[in-house]
């Protein structure tokens, strides 16, 4: 089980950060990069998103649904995302590695994290139904989340550079 | 029947899941590879072409793996094709999901090389 903190300010509320919810999915990238793509990975820090500004030129976003709905997001800088895909894909020369597997290689590790996260929520109010991921690769851009629900922040380092890990996902509510 | 003699079939929506997919079947000395995007290219292709073993994913577009696998299994040419489901639904629930619909064999995602032979070995008895 992961340490985390047990909440984190958010416009000056406190807003609790359920340790069940982001543990499945720090795991899933440790074990998706660890045995896809033999690359170890550390956890770095975990903490609430203020805006929707987004950390590197590549996202892989994925719509969850189902009886919890959010999202979550991996960012990598380009330099980190050549190096991971060119490892997934194993593609022995970085350089040429393109946008299409980029966006096929970024989009598939989201994919089984999202996977290994929903596994270990099952039987949970935060369980919920895998979409098809969306790769998005630009600068300065902005990706929007429900204001109601907590965007949790987990930045990871591998290969001496770091990416960021965004879930936002409200639980299922139990009827009355 | 040697491994350069068997003819398979990878179903995935990702084309980086079927490249990862097809090295794995390279390194095991197998060559006739063919691929479908998804449940209905899948179909369309058995209609006309046998193969000796099916990797289905489970999230698709316009026909997911699960659906596939009923569907093949209801057609004399394709009920008895081995079908190893390779996906992230990794659920109990999942598998044997996969399994009553016809599913010979289960991996999840993500495997190491040597589990995707292990278990092509396994479902075709080499």
């Not at chain 1, 999915?25 to 690359?39: C, D, L, N, R, Y």
């Not at chain 2, 980086?16 to 095991?28: E, S």
Request: net charge positive.
């Amino acid at each position: 089980m992961e340490n985390v903190d047990s909440s984190s300010k958010q416009g000056g509320r406190r807003v609790p950060l359920d340790v069940r919810l982001i543990n499945p999915f720090i795991s899933g990238t440790k074990e998706v990069f660890e045995v896809m793509a033999g690359i170890p990975v550390k956890r770095k820090s975990l903490s609430l998103k203020k805006d929707y500004k987004m950390f590197g030129e590549i996202s892989g976003i994925m719509g969850l649904t189902g009886e919890a709905v959010g999202s979550i997001i991996i960012s990598f800088p380009k330099k980190l995302a050549d190096n991971v895909v060119s490892k997934f894909l194993g593609i022995e020369n970085v350089e040429s590695i393109n946008e299409d597997d980029i966006r096929d290689g970024v989009g598939e590790i989201l994919n089984m994290i999202a996977g290994k996260a929903k596994t270990l929520l099952a039987s949970t109010e935060y369980y919920f139904k895998l979409s098809i991921p969306t790769v998005i690769i630009g600068q300065n851009y902005e990706i929007s989340h429900s204001k109601d629900t907590p965007c949790m922040v987990v930045i990871f380092e591998a290969t001496n550079l770091q990416f960021v890990l965004q879930v936002s996902l409200a639980p299922h509510k139990k009827q009355e | 029947m040697g491994m350069s003699d068997i003819k398979v079939l990878i179903v995935d929506g990702s084309s980086a899941m079927r490249r990862i997919i097809g090295k794995v079947l390279k390194n095991m000395g197998i060559t006739e590879i063919l691929q479908a995007a998804d449940g209905v290219d899948a179909i369309s292709l058995l209609s006309d072409t046998s193969v000796d073993l099916i990797l289905a994913d489970w999230n698709m577009p316009r026909m997911n793996g699960l659906r596939m696998v009923k569907k093949l299994r209801e057609k004399k040419g394709t009920a008895s094709i081995p079908i190893i489901m390779v996906t992230t639904e990794a659920e109990r629930s999942s598998v044997v999901e996969a399994i009553k619909a016809g599913a010979n064999n289960y991996l999840a995602k993500p495997f190491t090389p040597d589990a995707l032979t292990k278990k092509i070995k396994e479902t075709l008895h080499l």
